[in-house]
């Protein structure tokens, strides 16, 4: 066991991949693992070499075992999922049909998660005091997405972060929304009460603008850029060390401008460099961002390096189809550097 070890909490669905196709028209599709939390913490492993422990639940069924295999390939630890026993009506594995997108065409996500095991995880499922023994785990990150699913979920991700924050570990949340998941939600009481709990147990907050306002109700009295709602955040919520977002101006699904800023308590206002990206596949962009933050600052590293890395693995991620990061540390290291690439023969 390590202690630089990250625990991620959230649900895992198979992603299905139609290539160059569009979802209606498909005949095949590729397979793959996503889910917000995870994507971070695969991310964190595959590429910055963390040890990484995943808190999710599965139907022990084929389907199941075909999304332990491909997690259990990435080196992510899944000896604390939880199996369900696939003759118990009313439970299965979420599924995740994905269109990347391109020029005037927009991704589309198409989810099929209703009654997964994921969501049907609740507050006595897990034993946080052996989670958050001492001297294994450094830092705990989850999100909006995995606590949005269900009442359930959501007393589950604060004991979780409450848990983590008396043992002492890093807790970081994203808090990333999504309609699909809060559609009874008609006046947005319940994300703005998930995502304001949530954010009161974060050291590092993941949020965008439109998280800031729209959920957790910001932006009366400034201006409303980031930098004004980031400090507005962190009067409100002392506990909050850092606050991160990406900053993105869609051209076509294909072409984004792209960079990082975060808030400080410490070192104040953080940006990374511009970049003009050519893009593959936008989804998982953000989740590799919140990856190079959170393993720069868990091995000790300086807030703005953080903000550079995030910003250089998201880029990367979005060269490349499915929701994954691929690539290796020196590749991002040499991205965030502004070095030109060079073709390896």
Known sequence: MSAQELVVLGEVMLRLDPREERIRSARRFEVSEGG???????????VFGVPVRLLTAWVDNPVGRLLESLVLASGVDTRDV???????????????????GFGVRAPVGVSDREFSAAAQLGRTD??????????RTAWFHTGGIFAGLSPDTAALTLDGLDAARQAGVVTSVDLNHRPSIFRDDVDGARA?????????????????????????????GTDGSFPALATQLLDKFPEVRTVVASDR?????????????????????LGSRDYDLEVLDRIGGGDAMAAGVIATLLRGGDPQDAIECGAAAGALAMTTPGDQLVADAAEVARVASGTPPVAVR
């Open 36 to 46: 917000g939390e995870y994507n971070v913490g695969r991310a964190v492993r595959t």
């Open 82 to 100: 939880i199996w369900r026993d696939p003759a118990v009506p009313g439970v299965r594995n979420g599924l995740n049909f994905t269109e990347r």
């Open 126 to 135: 897990f034993d946080w005091p052996a989670v958050f023994a001492p001297g």
């Open 249 to 269: 101006r869609v051209r076509s699904a294909s072409r984004h401008e792209w960079r990082v800023l975060g808030l400080d308590r410490d070192k104040g206002v």
């Open 192 to 220: 703005g009460s998930t995502f304001e709990a949530l954010v009161r147990r974060a050291d590092v907050v993941f949020a965008g603008v439109a998280d800031l306002t729209g959920r957790l109700g910001l932006g009366t």
